[in-house]
């Protein structure tokens, strides 16, 4: 199993400033690793995927990089919109895994 | 409009049985992989089970792994989860959420999620 680890565990940020998000296989994952934005009483929603692709209407203010085993989520002015939990995700073997997630606070 | 809704969750007794659905509309449910996922209160996201387009494979977390079984009516654009043998561990909100594509990739459209409570 892929084990995903995220960090921190929370990031405490102002509106306007950049936020990176860092997400860790314990094997490699190739580019199959997205990231989604979970909002309280919310289902999440996709982000990222592919590793750096943006999903249908994100902002172009998230940015995703990396491969293998080492991965970033890049918001690069944080709204006060964007203030939420992230997760990683990989899709690159069974079974699929998220990250314990990373709570970006004001 | 592309959606996801699902049904079915409630309160039940360990041991007891439930079966979620999951209503898809606004695209050809068909032609997409489908997933459940569970968020425990106050916990992160774990998948559960996946099927492919045609239901020709399933796959399932160890966790759920004999006790859980999903499945597919394409001509009702309807994937079901039936749950035996329930544990308190499976107490969640439980998603369907649709694959990207044909045969996997990331999940692209969620339903709002259904709540499981497992408690005598």
């Known amino acids: 199993e892929r084990v995903m680890t995220q960090s921190p565990a929370t990031l405490s940020v102002s509106p306007g400033e950049r936020a990176t998000l860092s997400c860790r296989a314990s094997q490699s994952v190739s580019s199959n690793l997205a990231w989604y934005q979970q909002k309280p009483g919310q289902a999440p929603r996709l982000l990222i995927y592919?590793?750096?692709t943006r999903a249908t209407g994100i902002p172009a203010r998230f940015s995703g990089s990396g491969s293998a085993t080492e991965f970033t989520l890049t918001i690069s002015s944080l709204q006060s919109e964007d203030f939420a939990v992230y997760y990683c995700?990989?899709?690159?073997?069974?079974?699929?895994?998220f990250g314990g997630g990373t709570k970006v606070e004001i | 409009e592309v959606q996801l809704l699902e049904s079915g969750g409630g309160l039940v007794q360990p041991g007891g049985s439930l079966r979620l659905s999951c209503a898809a509309s606004?695209?050809?449910?068909?032609?997409?992989?489908m997933s459940w996922v569970r968020q425990a209160p106050g916990k992160g996201l774990e998948w559960v089970s996946a099927t492919s387009s045609s239901a020709g494979s399933t796959y399932y977390a160890d966790s759920v792994k004999g006790r859980f079984t999903i499945s597919r009516d394409n001509s009702k654009n309807t994937l079901y989860l039936q749950m035996n043998s329930l544990r308190a561990e499976d107490t969640a909100v439980y998603y369907c959420a649709r694959r990207l594509w044909l045969e996997g990739g990331p999940f692209d459209i969620w339903g709002q999620g259904t709540m499981v409570t497992v408690s005598s």
């Open positions: 592919g590793a750096s």
């Open positions: 606004g695209f050809t449910f068909s032609t997409y992989a």
């Open positions: 995700q990989q899709d690159n073997n069974w079974p699929l895994t």
